[in-house]
Each structure stands twice: as C-alpha cells, then as structure tokens.
C-alpha cells in the first residue's frame, strides 16, 4: 500500500517540510541480524529430490526499510531469502505483509552523514530567519533511533545547533556594514509536564541538599503568541559560547539508562534563538525584524514491555507518552478540514509550545528519525504513518517587522550611534587608505624590483647567445664574400661575351674561353653556397633566448596589482631588448664592411700592380732603339698578355688557383739572350701578384711593391728604377758597342737553321 499527500493548496500557505532519517544498526542488532545465504546448497546422499528447510533463528532481526531514492522508501520490503520469507509466515497477521510505499520532501539512508543532513533540512531556514520569518526544526521518533544525536550530535560530528549557529554567525558578520543583528537564545525542557530552565544554575537549601528547579508558566498574549514567563535569556558571541551553554543545559538536562536505550532523554529539550535585525542607518521611525528559530529535541516514544521501566521512569515514560499523543491529536486534527476548527493545543504543554510551529506563522521541518531493525516494527510504521499525515500540515509565514517610534533619549542615543559610526567609518577610511597607499607603495617597489630582474636576465640571455651571434656574424659575412664573387664572376662573364660579340669574326683567346667555362662551374657552385647560408642563416634564431626572457619578465609584471598598460618599467624592458637586436645588427654590419674593405684592397692592389709594372715595361720599351724592341717585341707582348690573363684570373679565384694555359706559343727562332732579363719581367710579374695578393676576408698583406724605395727586379737581376720624365728620356747610358741582329728568312744558307736568330752578321752595304 502507498500513503500519498492529498493537501489542498492555499494561497500565501506552504507545507511542513518532512525528512525521514534511517539509523544504522547498532552493534548489539547487528550481530543479530539474519544473513541471506546466497551461496551454492550441497544436499547429502537421499535427499536430491527435496529442498533445504528453512531455519529461523529465535533471536534473529531483519531490515524493515528499504530506501528507494532521495524522496522515497519502502517500508516492510519483500524479502529475497527463503529463510527470511518462511520467517514472515511465523509472524502475527498484523504484522505482516506491510510493504507500504511513503514519499517525503528527503530520504537520508543510514550511510547519510550529519553535514548532509544539515544541508538538506535546516541550512535554507537562515536566510529567512535572518529576514523575519519564525522557523521551527524538531526530531521526532521512537525511543534510540537518534533524535538527540541529530540535533545534539558530538564533537566529532556536530549535529544541527552546531552547523546552524556556526553558519548564522557567519551571515551576521557578513551583513555587519550594512545591518545590526542581535542574536539572544533561551535552552528550556518539559520534563513530566513541567517547563524548566536548563541555563539557571542549580539551588541549595540551608543543608546544603538541591532545591527543585522552578516549574516556568506559558503566557499567550494578545496576538496569541506563546512564551514562557520567568525564562533567561542569553547573549552568546561566537558559536563555541552556544555550545558552552548547550553543554551545561545538556549537563541539567534529565536521562536516564532504560532497556531499549542507555541514553535515554526523558524531557523534551527547546532551544529557542531570536535573532533582531535593523538597518544601521534607520530613520525616526525605524523598522525591526524579528524571527525565532526554534530547534526541538522531543523525547522519544516507548513501550513499557520494551523498556521495562518501573517507578519514576514509568511515570516519565507516561507523561511523556500524554505529550506525544496530544502532539498525534494535533497533526491529525490540522489534517482533517472537519476537525481544523478545534484543534488540541491544550492538552500538553508541549503542542502549546509547538502552537506556531505547527499551524501558525512558521516555517517547519520536522526530521523523523526511524529504526530499521524489525525489533521496532510497530514503532516505526506508526511514526512514519504521523510523518506522512504531517506532509498535509500548512503554514502562513508571515515577516515579523515592527516600527519603534522613538523618545527623546532614543534620540540622543541614536545620536551617539551615529557620532560613533561615523567616526568608526572614518577610521575605517583612514586604515583603508593607508594600507591601500603602502600596498601601492610595496607593489611599485616590487614592480621595479621585476623591471630590474628582467633586464638582467635579458642581458644574460643575450650574452648566453654570443656562440650563436658570432656565427650568424661569420654565416652573413661568408654570404656576403659569396654574393660579391658571384657579382664580381657574373661582371666578368659578361664583360667577355659583349667583347666576343663585337669581335666575332675573330677567335677568342682559348685561355680566356677556357677560363669562361671555369666561371660558369664556380658560379653554380657559388649560388648553392650562397643558397646553403641562406638557409643557415633563417635557423639561426639566437634571439630566442632573449624573446624568452623577454616574455616571462612582460608576465611577472603584468602579474603584480601596481601594473598598467604602458608603465615605464615596460617600456625601459621593451627598450633594452630593441638596443641588444640592434647592437648585433651593427655588429654584423661592422663585420661585413672590414671584410669587403679587405677584400676591395686585396683586389685592387693586385690589378694595380699588375697595371704599374705593365707601365714600367712598356716605358722601357719605349727607351730602347727600334732594333732592340724589333727584337723583344714579340716574346714582351706575351709576357704582358700572360700578365694580364693572370690579373683577370685573380677575379674568378682569388687565391690564384685558376690554372692558366700560356697565352701565346713561343717561336721556333727563340728569343735573344741579350734581352733575357727584360723578356721576362710579365711573367715575374704575374708571380709576385699571386704570392702577394692575399684571400679575400683577410688583412691586406704588405709585399714587395708597398714600399716605393724598393728597386723592381726584372727576371731576377737587379735593375734601376724607372723615371716618367716629362722628356721621356731616359738616363745616359754607357757607351756600348752596337751589334746588329737580322732574322734569317727562306733563303738561308745551307747548313743554317731555318728561323734561327743569326747574331753579329754584318749587313752588307747598299752599293
């Protein structure tokens, strides 16, 4: 069968909130508890066609609750073991075959624990306690099912006064700039129909003996609200005091031991939190809140067979039966509409108390606490048949706001209230200034402290990556000397195929064509170096260490409070980083013009020496008597045009590794011997360019030509210098005795060489 919710709705009205709470078995129930042997069953010898009989211990409990979900439980659930169903059948009729469904506004299972609890109950109740509106949460249940452990709980969990003092505290210093909230609590028990005050310390006589506790009265004033006369009222600043004094109220609070619990509360304990609240700034006529929060332990329900109570604990036992029934004939009375218009508060203190937690201005949570063990069957079906009658109870929470018109003493009061915030503000506005001034202070601190950090560990970068920059510096020179062959080699080229097409009935000199096909090979090679360095130099990324540092120093930065967009101290980083990319451009730049300057000097000495010693030898030339340059004309033009294939190799190789082949064929006559030294001078010439003119890249060597006082040696004889006179005449020379030199032609003599240089022949005489 299935107990549901028929409440009818009502405007401004809302439901009691009920949320049922299944203990866990205790350790003396557990170890009763029947097992289901699920296991394999092994029949002897006879006996396959039949089944095991089911055996049923005399002392054996089982589950009667089961739960489904968050909303919803069984109660009595079918079992699954033969054992457990053979058991059923022993029982009484009324007694089996339960299996009732009950839905609540929360289910918590045995393994729920007390902040889950807390969560799930009371922890919405504060906001509006806090906003005026009563609330009331109280456990409800049978004798040992864990009222008092909810609501009390230890120091190890702490149950719902705890969690809710400690969190209404927290919203209290939450709203201190803006409200004054007042917080007072009251700790009361009913105990045999008598209120008593658990925070009054206890009385002697004369003798020293205790004096009974005084039994308080409940007034209903006008507005037919319920108080208690002669209750103290306290004060507590923090949470740790409200646990003081539920300590000493719990210390007062009457228990004794009884079968069914060794704890048993034999009052019911209320806890009564009245919480006021006002604007700090109200006017003249200022509104106040005022709400109470009430939380209820309230005794638990027994049978006498089961307690086995005797004497005053019978008697506790009764009275506190009364006031559990009459809190019974009020639930059902507010859920039955014929009944509504009496309802029993009268018949126990205890519904009086409870008068507007159940059916006034109040918002309620009622938190049942049930047993799962079959030992409490009649117990449990009967509170979780209260619990479900009590979903149908409807409240009216109305917000507690009363206007205090104020005398003229409030005046002067609300006066000094206001002198003393407003100075309390001031301090306040002074402390926040001077503690914002030196956190900006300490934060600009920091900030430079950062910008200086970074700088230095941008200059350590830089300097880390000098192996990297000295080889982009070597990688872009050797580019660079590459490039200026390549133009150098490419002029030549051209040079030579324009000249070639001006004379192009003529054939080139074989050396200089071979020496153009040696041109083309090297630029190939040239263009796959120059490509080779270019790539080279698009790795080379040794400005990545420094963009490294650059970044964690820009984000340190932005990571301090006192950063803006813009700051000096980024800007001085940002700078630093753009003077280190320029000082290794420049030095690249530095780099490269030492070396074509070298290389323009070295290049230019050797053309020019070559130039100045072809002048020489042709002024010689020009010195000498036309017999004498008739005779070493020939042999000088090849020297110098040898001389000059030299010079225009020195441009496709540097080096002078171009291999030359000889420009022009010596003749069959030879060459005579007399102009030996002046015949061979190119061919030095070319030598001493060679071995003098240092590779491109390097320092321009100082040879035998850089100083003008050494004297030129032509063919290894020692010479004298030569003189460009405006005259052109040379020095005297000594006189010498003339010899004359003819060419021997077709008709020579027998016995003569044909082409042979005949000398000191006289010529004969014309007649």
């Known amino acids: 069968m299935a107990y549901v919710a028929n409440a009818a709705g009502h405007a401004g009205a809302s439901s009691i909130s009920v949320c049922v709470r299944v203990r866990p078995f205790t350790i003396q129930e557990a170890a009763q508890l029947n097992r289901c042997d699920d296991g394999p069953v092994y029949l002897g010898e006879g006996s396959l066609a039949s089944?095991?009989?089911?055996?049923?211990?005399?002392?054996?409990?089982?589950?009667?609750?089961?739960?489904?979900?968050?909303?919803?439980?069984?109660?009595?659930?079918?079992?699954?073991?033969?054992?457990?169903?053979?058991?059923?059948?022993?029982?009484?009729?009324?007694?089996?075959?339960?299996?009732?469904?009950?839905?609540?506004?929360?289910?918590?299972?045995?393994?729920?624990?007390?902040?889950?609890?807390?969560?799930g109950t009371t922890r919405s109740l504060l906001d509006r306690v806090l906003d005026?509106?009563?609330?009331?949460?109280?456990?409800?249940?049978?004798?040992?099912?864990?009222?008092t452990h909810t609501i009390t709980g230890t120091s190890a969990h702490p149950g719902i006064i705890y969690l809710t003092m400690q969190e209404l505290f927290e919203k209290?210093?939450?709203?201190?700039?803006?409200?004054?909230?007042?917080?007072?609590?009251?700790?009361?028990?009913i105990y045999n129909e008598q209120i008593r005050d658990l925070l009054v310390d206890d009385q002697v006589d004369e003798n020293g003996k205790p004096v009974a506790r005084q039994n308080?009265?409940?007034?209903?004033?006008?507005?037919?609200?319920?108080?208690?006369?002669?209750?103290?009222?306290?004060?507590?600043?923090?949470?740790?005091?409200?646990?003081?004094?539920?300590?000493?109220?719990?210390a007062k609070r009457t228990q004794s031991p009884t079968e069914a619990n060794a704890t048993s509360s034999r009052s019911h304990a209320v806890l009564q939190v009245n919480v006021a609240s006002k604007d700090r700034n109200a006017s003249v006529n200022e509104p106040v809140t005022f709400a109470t929060l009430s939380i209820i332990d309230l005794a638990g329900s027994e049978r006498a067979s089961a307690t086995k109570n005797r004497g005053p604990r019978l008697t506790e036992g009764a009275n506190i039966n009364k006031s559990l029934l009459a809190l019974g004939s009020c639930i059902n009375a507010l859920c039955d509409p014929k009944k509504k218009s009496h309802v029993p508060y009268r018949n126990s203190k205890l519904t009086r108390l409870l008068k507007f937690s159940l059916g006034g201005n109040c918002q309620t949570v009622m938190i049942v606490c049930v047993s799962p063990s079959s030992a409490h069957f009649d117990e449990t079906h009967n509170t979780l048949r209260y619990a479900n009658r009590a979903k149908n109870i409807l409240t009216k929470s109305i917000r507690n706001v009363y206007n205090v018109d104020r005398h003229v003493k409030d005046y002067l009061k609300k006066i000094e209230e206001q002198r003393q915030l407003i100075e309390e503000l001031e301090a306040k506005l002074a402390?926040?200034?001077?503690?914002?001034?030196?956190?900006?202070?300490?934060?600009?601190?920091?900030?430079e402290d950062i910008g200086k950090e970074g700088i230095e560990r941008i200059r350590a970068s830089y300097?880390?990556?000098?192996?990297?920059?000295?080889?982009?510096?070597?990688?872009?020179?050797?580019?660079?000397?590459?490039?200026?062959?390549?133009?150098?080699?490419?002029?030549?080229?051209?040079?030579?195929?324009?000249?070639?097409?001006?004379?192009?009935?003529?054939?080139?000199?074989?050396?200089?064509?071979?020496?153009?096909?040696?041109?083309?090979?090297?630029?190939?090679?040239?263009?796959?170096?120059?490509?080779?360095?270019?790539?080279?130099?698009?790795?080379?990324?040794?400005?990545?260490?420094?963009?490294?540092?650059?970044?964690?120093?820009?984000?340190?930065?932005?990571?301090?409070?006192?950063?803006?967009?813009?700051?000096?101290?980024?800007?001085?980083?940002?700078k630093e980083m753009e003077i280190l990319k320029q000082r290794s451009e420049i030095d690249i730049h530095i780099a490269v013009l030492e070396q074509e300057k070298v290389g323009e000097a070295s290049l230019m000495q050797v053309m020019l020496t070559t130039q100045f010693e072809t002048m020489a030898i042709i002024n010689q030339l020009l010195h000498m008597s036309e017999e004498e340059a008739m005779q070493a004309g020939r042999d000088v033009m090849g020297k110098l045009m040898q001389a000059c294939l030299d010079a225009t190799g020195q441009i496709i190789k540097p080096d002078g590794g171009l291999q030359i082949t000889q420009a022009v064929k010596p003749t069959k006559s030879g060459t005579p011997r007399k102009q030996k030294a002046l015949l061979a001078v190119p061919t030095r010439i070319a030598e001493e360019s060679q071995s003098s003119s240092p590779r491109v890249g390097s320092s321009?060597?100082?040879?035998?030509?850089?100083?003008?006082?050494?004297?030129?040696?032509?063919?290894?004889?020692?010479r004298k210098g030569v003189a460009f006179s405006g005259a052109g005449t040379p020095k005297k020379k000594s006189p010498q005795k003339k010899r004359t030199v003819r060419w021997k032609d077709e008709d020579a003599k027998d016995g003569e060489e044909p082409g042979t240089l005949v000398e000191f022949q006289p010529t004969p005489k014309m007649p």
């Open 431 to 447: 402390d926040g200034v001077n503690t914002a001034a030196n956190k900006l202070r300490k934060a600009e601190v920091k900030l």
């Open 700 to 718: 321009p060597a100082r040879g035998a030509h850089a100083s003008p006082k050494r004297r030129v040696k032509l063919g290894g004889l020692a």
């Open 216 to 250: 308080l009265m409940l007034r209903e004033d006008a507005d037919q609200t319920v108080s208690v006369a002669g209750l103290t009222s306290h004060k507590p600043q923090d949470v740790d005091q409200v646990m003081q004094m539920i300590v000493q109220g719990n």
């Open 172 to 189: 209290m210093e939450e709203l201190r700039e803006s409200k004054e909230v007042t917080i007072t609590l009251s700790y009361l028990e």
């Open 132 to 147: 005026g509106y009563n609330a009331t949460v109280f456990a409800y249940g049978a004798t040992g099912c864990g009222k």
């Open 463 to 574: 300097e880390h990556s000098a192996g990297e920059r000295h080889e982009r510096i070597r990688d872009t020179c050797r580019l660079r000397q590459i490039e200026r062959r390549i133009s150098a080699i490419s002029a030549w080229v051209g040079a030579f195929d324009q000249v070639s097409e001006t004379r192009e009935d003529e054939e080139p000199p074989a050396a200089l064509v071979s020496m153009r096909q040696t041109a083309t090979g090297i630029l190939a090679e040239l263009e796959h170096s120059r490509q080779h360095y270019h790539q080279k130099l698009q790795k080379n990324n040794w400005a990545r260490a420094i963009d490294t540092a650059l970044q964690f120093a820009l984000q340190q930065l932005q990571n301090n409070e006192a950063f803006h967009k813009g700051s000096c101290h980024e800007a001085t980083i940002l």
């Open 51 to 119: 089944a095991p009989k089911p055996r049923l211990g005399q002392k054996g409990i089982r589950n009667v609750i089961k739960v489904l979900d968050e909303k919803t439980l069984i109660f009595d659930p079918p079992e699954d073991s033969p054992t457990q169903r053979f058991g059923r059948q022993l029982m009484a009729q009324g007694k089996r075959a339960k299996e009732a469904t009950f839905g609540f506004d929360h289910v918590f299972d045995d393994n729920a624990s007390q902040t889950d609890l807390y969560a």
